[in-house]
């Protein structure tokens, strides 16, 4: 790893070189590297947050100027208790993951000695961006390795000194190992990750983790997929045969467990046949915790008549908008959904049409005792996760047992939902013979067999 | 499945809207829209052949006028023997596959009465462009119903009044049936094709089947993710220690078996040890196939004193630009790969590093006795398909046994290589609980179990 100030196009074609030689490493080459990454870390503690303690003065200065978010200034201080054990500690950890490269998951006997193949091998050459935290990059890098991609890094600017020191070590560390230098590289200005996001023959995936801004900047410009999310405008639906205290503790840490966090829900649909018996114990509920709650018509003309007075100066009206937003608050958008009188459980399709509709794609909750209805709306819902009794907060790599997570994804297609090592992954085919050709099958030739091996 | 005067938008919407619609049937409603397409159709085998008389008459015109390729008109025409039945039996074969939806491959429990599912669900809305040929259509029809993807289709205008009179029995057909009518649509018009690259709101992804030049189009206009392959530049690669016989049969088959397709070899690399002890058979059986051999100095040299003066006509000296040909004809680019003294398999190494840097990561072939050499040229390569002693033109869905294939993809995310009904295949999350919230978990709290369970 460098902290490079070459060309974007030697940087990237560096990494395509690094990646192929990545990709023929044996499990053991990676990890053995990732020990060394490890140690070398471990040893050289007093430099990291001698550099560290540089950023965070000037963060600490910019905060006392108002510049700059003082939450910023606490995630950029690796001095904190347990900080640098947990950076060293997820390195170790993910090492210890199986080695996704290799996998076979299909064998294809198409004639006696001419035996088919699909395993995983690396996707090549990622650009990840990622936010200000320093001990991202130890995580980031340890996931390039373990999964024998090429990584190009940028990191938040307010890091730049703890991101020097740290990417010294791990170069230093590399250069020991079988694992190319090249291999992870770090850029410093964002001039150079522009210039990249055109460089298709050598990036092959862009990995963008942090703001919508960025996100929707590179979906943009890149010449090359980009995974990831740039809205996370998810929803819980309440039908009417939902558990009224389940209701309220899903809502209430849909809501509030981490409102600036992509799986956060952002609007709440409710049947109308609940708005009497359900929606105003969770509204109380949500009120306790400070949200706002931003009403259609109709479930406010409810609540109001069921809230104490105290808690009705919470509820304002919703605009058109408020259902299109990702609050990214203590802020909740409520929608009333009907059923016709001839189906009751048309207010599901309701549901999932204002879903469909207004959501990102990204998690969708539905609370209800009919498995007919939890099925009917995550059968219908287009989003990558569907939820069925349970908070949108689950919505995450480590929570989901992936040992962690490169970033959560609402494409369609390669990697859906919270992305882990897997994710990092695709297939190739391998195909071994003894000189067949196609012309010795089809008519009046041999026939394929098709036989399923065993993997 | 209508044929659509609708503007871009609406037919979008109205694929949108059945696609998830669409997603909800279970697998007998979409094998019994499949049962239903297949009678109409053998049922309305003379109204279509009447049409497609129609299509044949101008083509011939044109092609009389040298406006068409004379190789079109016999792919158009329907009325050929066995022609009708195959398509009849392609849609009874696809009907037959197993069930691409709702495969599960991944179950975790978080913790107890907390269940993670991943299982597989439809892409949503394909554009499929394709060409001439009129059975493709109920081709692909059958293949959008079964993997439950709603599809918007744009064929060649020589088959215009065929793909009318096919796409009303297929509309009447499915008019019948639980799968909506609008799930497959036929566009007829390249104008609305360009708008709904555009609609990536509604469009998830654009299949083109065809030239080079439409791929590029799509891949350049496309505001969704392109499957498929611009270029067909595939390699073989003889090692000295390659058995004779074979490599001449496997070289020719990938050259000449159908040198138009985009799995055909377009560049031989040959060790310099091999230049003398095989190159010479391999020349001879390629030049008695009609093949022209674009040589780089060092093998002309070597097969100007090894072939019969006849031969030796057919040999040229190679440009550069040859190296990054696709020919798609009985032309084949030459160049010798030399290993330094010091490592007796680096010259694989300069095979891979060539192939990487000219080839389109399609499909490349190894010729060797030698299972190290021929790994090493696998995990070094950067394609979708590498085979060792078979021939390129194995890569094939078909042949791979997937029933059927819609395009071979290139693509580095998402399916590559051939891609069958599970290329049209992603994955969803599904979560189940009974009120569990985040807030429970972590620090102090609950300790997630992530136990892995039987699919």
Known sequence: MSLTNASAEDAARAAKLSSRKLATLPTSARNDALDAVHDALAAARDDILTANAKDLELAQKSAKDGQLNPSIVKRLDLSRPGKFEDMLQGIKDVRNLEDPVGRVDLRTGLDDGLTLQRQTCPIGVLLIIFE????????????????ANAAILKGGKESTESFKAISTVISKALDKTDVPNDSVQMIATRDV??????????????????????????????????????????????????????????????????????????????????????????????????????????????????????????????????????????????????ATPSDPIAAVDAAIDHINTHGSHHTDAVLTSSKEVADRFCNGVDSACKFWNASTRFCDGMRFGFGTEVGISTNKVHARGPVGLEGLMIHEYRLVGNGQTAAMYGSGGKQYKHKKLPL
């Not at 200000?132 to 999964?147: D, F």
């Not at 092959?204 to 929707?216: A, E, H, K, T, Y």
């Not at 829900?265 to 706002?292: F, M, Q, R």
């Open 132 to 147: 200000a935290r320093p001990e991202v990059i130890a995580n980031i890098a340890s996931l390039a390795i373990k999964s």
């Open 193 to 338: 990750v522009d210039a990249l996001l055109g460089l298709s023959q050598y990036v092959d995936l862009v990995i963008p983790r942090g703001s919508n801004d960025l996100v929707s900047h590179c979906q943009r410009k890149a010449h090359m997929p980009v995974l990831g999310h740039a809205d996370g405008l998810c929803h819980l639906y309440i039908h009417p045969d939902a558990d009224k205290d389940m209701s309220v503790k899903v809502a209430v840490d849909s809501k509030t467990d981490y409102p600036a966090a992509c799986n956060a829900v952002e609007t709440l649909l409710v049947h109308e046949d609940a708005l009497k018996t359900i929606l105003p114990a969770v509204a109380s509920g949500l009120i306790a915790k400070g949200v706002t709650l931003k009403c259609d018509q109709q479930s406010k003309a409810s609540l109001s008549t069921e809230l104490s007075k105290d808690e009705a100066t919470k509820l304002e009206d919703a605009t058109d908008a408020d259902f299109n937003t990702e609050f990214l608050d203590l802020v909740l958008a409520i929608k009333t959904v009907s």
